[in-house]
């Protein structure tokens, strides 16, 4: 069992910076194993996918985010982050952290990030 919790949201001003980062707990084997991503969902419309990290640390990331967003991971601390700079309006999103693997899926609870214009 892997257990996530992402922190850093909040509110910024559109062109600010924001560094969430998502905390694994359980099996340390099962998570350096694990590829770990990011998703968002804003109000009234569907869950998307935003970066993934896999276990040897190759990314990838969506069109709307490439070049902004930087996904990394620290395999001592079993953690995940997402930094974020120029951030736009349309970036404002709950953000869920993913955890897959051989050992099952795995999502956060989310955190709320706010991008006023």
């Known amino acids: 069992q892997v257990q996530l919790v992402e922190s850093g949201g909040g509110l910024v001003q559109a062109g600010g910076s924001l560094r969430l980062s998502c905390a694994a707990s359980?099996?340390?084997?099962?998570?350096?194993?694990?590829?770990m991503g990011w998703y968002r969902q804003a109000p009234g419309k569907q869950r998307e996918w935003v970066a993934t990290?896999?276990?040897?640390?190759?990314?990838n990331y969506a069109d709307s985010v490439k070049g902004r967003f930087a996904i990394s991971r620290d395999s001592r601390k079993n953690t995940v982050y997402l930094q974020m700079n120029s951030l736009k309006p349309e970036d404002t999103a709950v953000y869920y952290c993913?955890?897959?693997?051989?050992?099952?899926?795995?999502w956060g609870q989310g955190t709320q990030v706010t991008v006023s214009s």
């Open positions: 993913r955890a897959w693997g051989i050992a099952g899926d795995y």
């Open positions: 359980g099996s340390a084997s099962s998570i350096r194993a694990m590829a």
């Open positions: 990290i896999t276990s040897l640390s190759s990314t």
